[in-house]
């Protein structure tokens, strides 16, 4: 590749159409032509019909959970945890992660402690949590099993332990995760997973609330809805948080796609590993601590002192070639509304999410995306660290 061929010094983009950093999965249009047919066979939308029947006990099964309580989206599915659970005060948890995770406990009437993260991993840090846990507001940790990676289990649940309080997760990123030997949901006291568009598994929209706690999943089922609140027992509010049936049999063409789905994303993540090996100023997180993965997102830090373009003039030099590379997560949760205004000052306990919100760049992997793709975006990474002068120059031009 010369020069000429980077977008930004005016060659033209190298993909013709966009790509995006998230899964899209379609299933074949006959297979999904078919689900639809059942569902106007028999009259069934929602309400918890046959097919999100038929998730649960799949997912149950898969999992080696006692519970599978499929939901809406996993924001729903969160805040229907938090009230399940019967929390109050304050619940630790990391900034850096997606909005919804604190805005379920905003929407609880909770109040998020915001935990820094271990800069190798971007989970949330034991250390740090230990700290937080002297105050005697805290009723809970919520933590985020992230980027297709886990959390240090041990470490969490031990502090839980000893201070009496639950564990529970946000496992919107580890659909299909392992950890030691253990599947991912049925490892906390509540998990939560996504089943968004953008995530390995897909219901368009979706998610889910795993526990083994048979009283847990009676109040979550009570929550959710009177539909397949299967025993009743009192809670102090209801929600919609029900599964369309429409959702569900995507959920479930989806999860037969998941081995080819996981796989290609394997394929695709060792392009970018091999073709970003050794660029200086890039690191490639790689997952740490789980015993599979499902290579959910592709994430790099950019230090801009070695790699001689910051992360956003290098996601700029990536717009150029239809390549959406994402700042996910950009900024922390500490720093969007209501957050803001509440702590202005708690920026200065999070050096670390303040750092990975100005460095984290999210890489295109998932449905629109194969080998040969990943290999090409390495290859443009490459150049465009080798360019990174010119490259500055035009940026500078431009601003
Ligand atoms: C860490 C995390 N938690 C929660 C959510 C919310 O998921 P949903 O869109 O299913 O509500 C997301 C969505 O991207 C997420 O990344």
């Not at 959710?224 to 959702?247: D, F, H, K």
């Not at 959910?296 to 590379?325: K, P, W």
């Not at 700042?327 to 949760?333: N, S």
Request: glycine share 8%; net charge negative; charged share 20%.
């Amino acid at each position: 590749m010369s020069t000429a061929q980077l977008a930004i010094l005016g060659g033209a983009a190298n993909f013709s159409d966009p790509l995006p950093v998230g899964q899209l999965y379609f299933p074949e249009w006959s297979a999904y032509e078919t689900a639809m047919r059942g569902i106007f066979e028999r009259q069934y939308y929602t309400n918890q019909g046959p097919l999100t029947q038929q998730l649960e006990l799949v997912l149950q099964e898969r999992l080696g959970v006692r519970h599978a309580i499929c939901v809406t989206n996993a924001t729903i599915g969160l805040l229907m945890a938090a009230d399940a659970l019967e929390l109050s005060g304050r619940v630790i948890t990391p900034s850096f992660s997606f909005v919804a995770t604190s805005q379920s406990l905003t929407w609880a009437g909770l109040e998020p402690l915001f935990c820094d993260v271990d800069p190798l991993t971007h989970q949330l840090d034991p250390q740090k949590v230990a700290l937080l846990l002297d105050d005697d507001r805290v009723s809970a940790i919520l933590a985020v099993n992230l980027w297709g990676d886990v959390c240090d289990h041990r470490a969490l649940s031990s502090l839980a332990k000893q201070r009496g309080v639950p564990l529970y997760y946000d496992s919107a990123h580890a659909f299909g995760c392992e950890l030691e030997g253990r599947a991912v949901g049925s490892i906390g006291t509540v998990e939560v997973f996504s089943f968004h568009a953008t995530k390995v598994l897909s219901a368009a929209e979706g998610g889910c609330v795993c526990t083994n706690d048979d009283e847990l999943a009676a109040r979550l089922r009570n929550i959710r809805s009177s539909y397949g609140a299967g025993r009743l027992v009192s809670v102090s509010r209801t929600a919609n948080g029900r599964m369309s049936e429409a959702q569900a049999a995507i959920a479930l063409l989806s999860l037969e796609a998941f081995p080819g789905i996981i796989e290609r994303n394997q394929e695709i993540y060792a392009e970018y590993k091999e073709g970003l090996e050794g660029v200086p100023g890039l690191r490639l997180l790689e997952p740490r601590l789980a015993s599979v993965t499902n290579y959910q997102y592709v994430v790099c830090e950019v230090d801009a002192e070695q790699f001689g373009l910051n992360r956003d003039q290098l996601q700029t030099v990536l717009r150029a070639e239809n390549i959406l590379a994402r700042r996910y997560f950009y900024p922390g949760i500490h720093r969007c509304p209501p957050y803001i205004e509440m702590f202005p000052a708690v920026s200065e306990h999070l050096p670390v999410t303040e750092a990975l919100c100005g460095k984290v760049l999210q890489l295109p992997i998932g449905q629109l995306v194969d080998p040969q793709a990943a290999r090409n975006i390495a290859s443009l990474i490459r150049l465009a660290r080798e360019c990174a002068a010119k490259i500055r120059a035009v940026l500078e031009g431009q601003a």
